[in-house]
């Protein structure tokens, strides 16, 4: 089955994997801090795996560039989807190694918010979020723990904790109860098949 249940998807981005090889290519990347690679990351460099999220294939503005090391140490669901997307061999039939997943409708992740994905993968670089306003409100900072605990980012379900108001911090459980039944379907807030396949094998990313 195509990726995405797209074969002009699958074909694109296959003919583009020798560009992304070169865009993000970064001479001597274990110089840099953290914080650098981040920066360097808007643009692919030094990075070896990009999110495509809701379907933007063609426009990159819903492409989000990643160092698998980095965002696979602190984020199992994420981790998992990098790692089957690299298998070597799936159902027994040898495969091209894959730099691209995509994160929508079909493949269980629908409409996400791109802000606050972009500002999760910023945290696992950092262990920050500078790009959230010093007085965020409840609502975004409900929004971005929603995103941690979708793709099992623990610590920064506690940085979001930390920077609620006491009287908010019981109100992020049912935010979090709410983006994980949208994404899981009848499963509610679990991490199962419903949520997690390859579209390429029909093998879950459990």
């Known amino acids: ?9 699958t074909r694109v981005l296959h003919q583009y994997k020798s560009t ?12 840099y801090s953290a914080q650098e690679l981040y920066n360097f990351s808007h643009t692919g460099r030094g990075t070896d795996f990009v999110f495509i ?7 990159k503005k819903g492409w989000v560039y990643v160092k698998q090391s980095v965002v696979a140490a602190k984020s199992e669901i994420l981790g998992k989807i990098m ?39 910023e945290y696992l670089y950092t262990k920050n979020v500078e790009s959230l306003r010093y007085d965020a409100s409840p609502e975004e900072l409900r929004k971005l723990s929603a995103m941690g605990s979708l793709f099992c980012v623990y610590e920064l379900l506690v940085f979001c904790q930390l920077k609620l108001p006491n009287k908010q911090i019981d109100r992020v459980k049912p ?14 807030p679990t991490y199962s098949a419903g949520i997690i396949r390859a579209p390429d094998s029909g093998r879950s990313w459990t």
């Open 1 to 9: 089955m195509a990726y995405g249940g797209s074969a002009y998807a």
């Open 20 to 31: 992304f090889d070169r865009e993000t290519r970064l001479e001597n990347a274990d110089r």
């Open 53 to 59: 999220l809701n379907g933007e294939l063609n426009s």
């Open 83 to 121: 790692i089957l997307r690299r298998a070597r061999n799936i159902n027994g039939r040898e495969i091209e190694e894959d730099y691209y997943a995509m994160l929508d409708a079909t493949t269980g992740f629908r409409e996400l918010d791109i802000v606050q994905f972009k500002r999760m993968i």
């Open 175 to 188: 935010e979090v109860e709410v983006a994980n039944a949208k994404n899981s379907g009848n499963n509610g």
